[in-house]
């Protein structure tokens, strides 16, 4: 056996060794029912390439698909966006789609699909050629083999390379030597299981690292229909139990106790289908969890040791870091759900719903509501109403921070409100510009606070009367999936907006 293959071996040892957490702890109490028990999986990896449409045109992506006969279990893109990252499609067994349902426009943190682990922990990511020849030909740090009931992947780099990721910059080469093992398995209670070993060895360590998030697609998008969970669920360091908050923007920003201790795991939790999406942090210490604003992914942030291990040719280690990616069935779902200390219970914030006709009875929303709105910087008032007995008021510019709002490519939609316009005494003007309302929005490719308007829109002018006048534009989208900011805008007046609607035109 080569060298290089007894280094393999020995990783695969270390990733497949018995792999103890608290999710194996709640299979063992509460015994759902092996329903994967007679699945005989049928590995194959096969390399092929995906066309999206970009800003510039189209852009052609590599990947990995992992095969469990015809079923898609998982797809990795090489290059990219998370170039070198698993989704995972299904995690159960039979459900695994035949066909992939992939995005026509861009490739990115809104359009990816599936639940994420990353596998390239200090591998160098590969060139961005676009083509067939970046089908991985230029890295060979993927190593694949199915040995009996197992797929496995060892990827392996040792070397000098710089770094600039979202999750490791380094400012000149550093010395590495890492083997990230990643193992495919059927569980007869969990179905598909993936595990994940990092082993690192680095001349100059980071005090502090990320090793995975915990992301699954549909866990924050705003449209009817595209939620795939609906509470978040945390096991915090120092404490024994579950802590956990409803999945929609008002509720999901940084808590105290946004940690993870060793052994515990990050869920999203889904009542409806029972199956909830669950990264553990089997070894390696405790986590401090980042969470997303704009995304809702968390983060796992390790702390390296202040004097690590260090070998004679002064690489230092930090252990070997342990993930598993799994679903929990639908008695572990209900279990943790049940079970945690539900957070921010009693408070509330205006979120503004699309693809509905808001009218704003029932806001502010309660934070442990499961509906989803963009949070906005308005107050409800019962002052006035088009219909029911609510609206909202502003005087100046109202408007949305997180998240990113996404579009559906070659869409058209329609932005509209009613809005009733009441001048401001003159002592409290602003400039000479006469009273008006409208409403306005421009889209971007990446940042609304980086990237320029690509596309702008404003409604009609709304003028000072004692009627609720109508204010809408519409547009169509672009190929490509563009995101979108909105504002209400009230120049020297003060505004009373209801019956708000941000829709697609059928």
Known sequence: MSHLRLLAALAFSLATAALADEVDGLVAQLKPPARFADHKPQWSVRKTQATFEGMGGPETMPFWFVMDADRHVAIIPTTGFHSGTVYVQDFRPGQAPRELRLPTERWHIDTSVGTELRTNNFIPSASLRAGPEALGDDDKTWDWRVEGDRLTCVRRFKGNAKFNRWAHRTKTEVAVDATNTIVFRVDPQLGYVVEAAYDIWTDQPPKVYEYSSAATSGRYLLWPGQATCFRHAITPVGSKGIIGYACNHGATKKHPKATCREGGFVAFLNDETGWSPTTTLTRGGDANLVICGAHTDLD?????????????????????????LLALPPELTKHVWD????????????????????????????????????????????????????????????????????????????????????????????????????????????????????????????????????????????????????????????????????????
């Open 300 to 324: 796992f942030v390790l702390t390296w040791p202040d004097k690590p291990e260090t070998r004679a040719d002064g690489l230092k280690h930090n252990g070997v870091v342990k993930h598993r």
């Open 339 to 506: 079970a945690m200390e539900f957070l921010h219970k009693g408070e509330s914030r205006l979120m503004i719903r699309f693809g509905v006709v808001e009218d704003f009875e029932d806001q502010p929303l309660e934070l442990t509501t499961r509906q989803r709105g963009m949070p906005w910087n308005a107050e409800v008032t019962d002052k006035f109403a088009r219909s029911g007995k609510k609206s909202i008021t502003f005087t100046g510019t109202s408007g949305h921070g997180d998240p990113q709002i996404n579009l559906k490519p070659s869409t058209r939609y329609e932005v509209e409100a009613w809005v009733k316009v009441i001048e401001l005494p003159a002592e409290k003007r602003k400039g000479s510009g006469a009273p008006s309302a409208w409403l306005s929005g421009w889209t971007y490719q990446w940042s609304p606070h980086a990237d320029k308007p690509i596309e702008s829109f404003k409604s009609n002018v709304a003028r000072p009367g004692p009627e609720w006048q109508k204010v809408a534009f519409e547009f169509t989208t672009p190929k490509w999936g563009p995101f979108i900011q909105l504002a209400f805008h009230a120049d020297n007046c003060t505004v009373y907006l209801d019956d708000f609607q941000f829709v697609e035109v059928k």
